[in-house]
C-alpha cells in the first residue's frame, strides 16, 4: 500500500484509478454459446454444464427433496444467523415502499405513480467452495417484497451434481420459486431465452466471473434489465485521530480479501495514523488463510494523507467508492457532504461486514465509479413505477388550450386535435 | 390497420411484435467519431457539425445575448402555455421527492437511504423543423428538482448556426445551466469525454435518431449511464362500448404522426367500436399534414377484438405498451390490473397528448415492450440513492455473533475478524 502525502488534484484521477482490469475479448465465446442455446434450448445448456462444470445434469431443476436434503445438512448454528439477517434485510427493504400520493396539478388534472412488481427475474449465484447465500438473502428477499412471481435462482453444479446447501436453504426461505443446476453463461443464456425447463426472465441479478459479467452485457443488449455495470469490489476508510486503527486495519482486510483485484483505500489527515494502520495490517494479515489473495489487493492500493478531513471527503467523492467507512470525530454530522458511494458505515463500530451481511442494509452496490451514477440493489431494482393520469371534463377545459398551443408549436397537429376533438364535444354537449 | 378477432394466446407473440427496425450497423462509424473526438477534442467536434449539421461553429456554447434574442422572439401565448405546463410537470416531480427513513433493524443498528443529485448530466434534443421543447421541460425540470449541479444541455445547429428559440426559452425557464450548439454522434462523444468547451458527464438523456441511439449505447460501454433503451414510440388504446370513437381515433392519429416507424393498436370488446374507430380514423386523417407519416404507422398497427375487457387487458399487459388509454367503464377500477405499460391514461378526457406536454407526468418511457422491465423518466433517474448504516457498540454486540457466523460459512475470515476484533476490544474494556 503506497502512501501519498497531500496529494494535488492534479493527481487525483490517477489516484482514483482502479486496477484496470484486462478483459480477454469473450464476445465471441458467448455470442457462440447464446446463439447455440438460443437454436438448441436445454440440449445445448445441459452439453455446456458437462464441458465446463464437468458433470452430466439429467433435470436441471433442483427438486422439493433435494431442497428438504438441503436444509438438513446446514447447521443450527447458520441456520438461525442467516434468518436474523433475513429479518433485518426484510426491514430495511419493507421500508423502501413507497405510498403512491396522487396529486391534483391543474384542478381536474390528477397524476400519480404506481408501484409493479418486474413478472420474472433471475438471480445467479457463482460456485467455487464458498458458498455465497448471503447474495441470495440480498436480492431474493426484495424480489418478493417487490411481489415477483417468478424468483428463478440459477448456481453451477459442483462435481456431484449439487449447489452448496446452504445457497438452497436460504433460497426456500426467501420465496425463490425455482433453483437450476446451471451456472456460466450457458446459464445466463437460458435465462435470456427460456428454455424447456428453465424460463425467460426480463431482468439478471447477480455477481459473477469475467464470463458471466459478459453474458449479462449480452443479454442486455438483447432487451434484457441487469442489476449493475460489474467490477472489482472496493473499499474507501476516512479516518482520523478518533478512529482505531486496529479496526480500521481489519475493514480494510476485510475487503482485501474478496480478491486480487479489489482495492482498498486509506484517507487520512494524519501520517500516524497511516503508519499505525500499516502496522496493524501487517500482524492481523499474519493469520488470515488467503494471504496471497490480500496481499495483490494490497499492491492496488493507496494510503492518501490530506491536509485536512474535508478535502479526503471531496476526493472520496472524486472516487466515488462502492463501500465508505467514516472512522471520524463526529462521523454523522458530516455524511451531508458525502455525495458519492454505494453504502455508507457510520463510526468506529460499522465495519464493512455487518452492511454485507447482516445489518439489512444491500450488499450489491455500484463498484469502479459507477457510484457517481447508479444507486445499489434495492426493492426499487425489482419494480417498475407506472405513471397514471385521470383527467375530467373540468380538467381538460382547464389545461386543454396549453395543450393545443404546445401541439401546435412542435408541430404536431394530430397531438392538438386530440384535445379540439374533446373541447368541442364539450362545448357542443 | 388489421383486425384480429379472439386472437388465440398462440398468436399474442406475433401481435405483440414491434416493426423490425432494420438498424444500420453504425458501430463503426460512431467508434471512429468517438477516438476523433477523445482524441482531438472540439476540434473534432466542429469538424463533424460542419460536416453533417453544414455549419461552422466557432463557439458551441450559446451566449447569454443568444438567449435573450431568443426569449425575445418566443410568443407570449407559447411562453405562458410552456410556464403552465413546467409548473404542473415541477408539482408531479417534486412529490416524488422521498423523505429518508431511519429504522432500526436490530437494537443499536440504524439503517436508512438519502438521496444524492448526479452531479453533471447531459440533455439531447434533436433537431429538426419541430422544435422539441416539451422533451426540455421533461428532463429539465426533474434534474433541477434533483439538484444536479451542472445540466448540459445539446442539440444541433440550424443552417444559421441556431437552436430554436423555444428550447432555448425552455431551457433558460427550467434550469439548464449550459446550452451547446452541437448535435448527433459528435454532441454524445463531447458528452462523454468532455472537452474543453463541452464538459463530460455522469448520465445522457433524450432521444434521437439511430446515429444517436448508436452513440447513446456506445457511451453506455464507456461507463457512462443513460435514460432507457431506444425504440419507435407506441400507444394501446383499450375501448368498451363507453369510449367515444372519434376521441379514440383522435389518440390513436396522435400517436401514428410521431414516425413512420411508430405503432398503434386498438383492443376491444365489439367488432362495432373497430368500425366506428376506424372510420373515424378516415376522415380525421384527410385534414392532418403528416398524413403519409400516419398512413405508414397505421400500417404496423392493428386492431385486436377480444372476447372481453379483461382479456384486453391481459394482452395489454403482455404487450407492455410504451402508452396505455383506458377507455372502458368504471376504467379507474381496472388500474389494478396493469402490470407492464410506461403511462396509464384514464377514461375518456385523458388523451395522451396531455401527457406528452403539460398534465406533470413524463413523456420520456420505456417502448418496445421494455415496460415490463424500466421505469420511465422520473426524479429518480437524476439520484442515486445512498445507504447509511451505523451500529452502536451495543449494536455490534448485538449483531456480531450473526455476522462471525454467516462470514466463517462463507469462508470470508477477514469479514469475520473485522467484528471479532471489536467484541473483543468491547469485552476487554
Redesign the interface.
Known sequence: MKTYLNPKPEQWTELAQRKTVTKADLNETVKAIFDDIQKNGIKAVKKYTHYFDGVSIENCRVTTSEIEDAIAQVSL??K???Q??A??IT??HL??K?IP?K?E??SG?F?W??S?A??TIGIYIPGG??????TVLMLAIPATIAGCKNIILCSPPDKNGNINP?ILFAAQLTGVTQMYKVGGIQAIAALTFGTDEIPKV??IFGPGNQYVTAAKQYAQQL???IDL?AGPSELLVIADATC?P??VA??L??Q???GGDSQVILVTNSEEIVTKVTSAIES?KAI???QST?EKALENSRALVFQDIPTGIEFSNFYAPEHLILSIEDA?SK?KF?????????????????????????HTL?T?????????V?L?SF???????????Q??QN?G???E???A???????????S??LK?LQNG
Do not use: W
Open positions: 448454528e447458520l438461525n444467523a442467516i436474523v439477517a429479518e433485518n426491514q430495511f421500508s423502501q413507497e400520493t396529486i396539478t391543474t388534472v397524476c405513480r404506481e409493479r418486474i413478472d467452495t464458498a458458498p455465497l447465500f448471503s446452504a426480463s431482468k432487451g434484457l434489465a455495470p482505531d486496529e479496526f481489519s475493514d482486510l476485510s482485501a480479501e474478496h492481523q488470515l488463510p488467503r490480500v454523522e455524511i458525502i455525495e458519492n458511494a454505494g453504502s455508507v458505515f457510520i463510526g468506529n463500530y460499522s465495519c464493512e461486514s455487518a452492511g454485507d451481511y447482516a445489518s439489512g442494509t444491500n455500484p469502479n465509479g459507477y457510484a457517481k451514477n447508479y444507486s445499489g434495492s426499487d419494480i417498475k413505477k407506472i405513471t397514471f393520469q385521470k383527467l375530467t371534463s380538467g381538460i389545461l388550450p396549453t395543450i398551443i404546445m401541439a408549436a412542435e408541430q404536431l397537429d394530430a397531438h392538438k386535435n386530440a384535445v376533438i374533446r364535444k
